[in-house]
């Protein structure tokens, strides 16, 4: 894999190039300009503020009510709703147990390697099943891995919790003239599709937005809209000090217009009382509790 450091000089300036070109105007990325210009809040200060807070969120478990809407083989359209709960532990670990009217009806979850999803109530005469692939796989394709809108690690990144990176050639970060917003945009590391994530971030409380991840050619692929912000209980965080986290969050593909919404409440570290524990990231325990009928390996079956 070769990595953007290895780019040759020419080629990366290039690409720094056209990828401030669509910041400035936006046509082919979401079809409207947008004017920028150089931000009177230093990128320095803004990750200072941003991180603090970033860093403060190591676990997260909230309940939450769920909206999806997904596109089928044959381009139907299906909508679902359920409850469950979200247990995230950085930098990859996540679980999400979607149930309805009390009865499990999806698992989503990840870790530092794989990601999954149990369907545990299929449509009639269909067997119970899993669907699990690496995140290391996932990132070569542009194809639509899972039914549902975003894979584990997207989601963690769409959430607003990641810390910026610090300043560096390839980043850019603007002002958008018309609402005001800061907006930085990073290459992801290594991505061997050339992916970028855009920020935008409101200048007066420093909470991102809106988050987009960006194909090789400045197209928004992703959109996440966050809202509804709200302190994380952290154990041994005093009040004024707690990270806020959104607890609505609008997730949208643009190919399909497939979406999952998120509601969360309850929300906390997980720590006290203990909620988060290693079992509900490890996939080989769920697989043998849930039992599935099926496994089915998105990539390559393991030797």
Known sequence: MQSQSSIPSARRHQRILYLLACVISLPACNGAKTDVTKPDIPYTTLISKYNTRANHIKQIWARTVIEFQWTDKDKKKHSEQGSGTLMLRKPLDLALPINKLGTPLLWLGSDKNRFWLFELKPPKDQPTRVYVGTHAEAGKTSRRILSIPTQPDQLIQ?????????????????????????????????????????????????????????????????????????????????????????????????ATGDSLKLHLSDQYDGIDPPRIRDFQFDFDRLKEFHEPEKTHYLFKAPK
Not at 191 to 219: C, E, G, V, W, Y
């Open 158 to 254: 769409l959430l607003g919790i990641t810390p910026l990176p610090s300043h560096s050639s390839d980043l850019q970060y603007v002002v958008d003239k018309t609402s005001k917003n800061l907006v930085v945009t990073i290459p992801i590391k290594d991505s061997p599709l050339k992916l970028s994530r855009r920020i935008t971030i409101d200048p007066t409380t420093l909470l991102p937005i809106q988050i987009q991840f960006i194909d090789a050619n400045m197209k928004v692929t992703t959109t996440a809209l966050l809202s509804e912000f709200k302190p994380l209980q952290v154990k041994g965080l005093p009040f004024g000090s707690l990270p806020k986290i959104p607890t609505r969050i609008a997730i949208s593909v643009t």
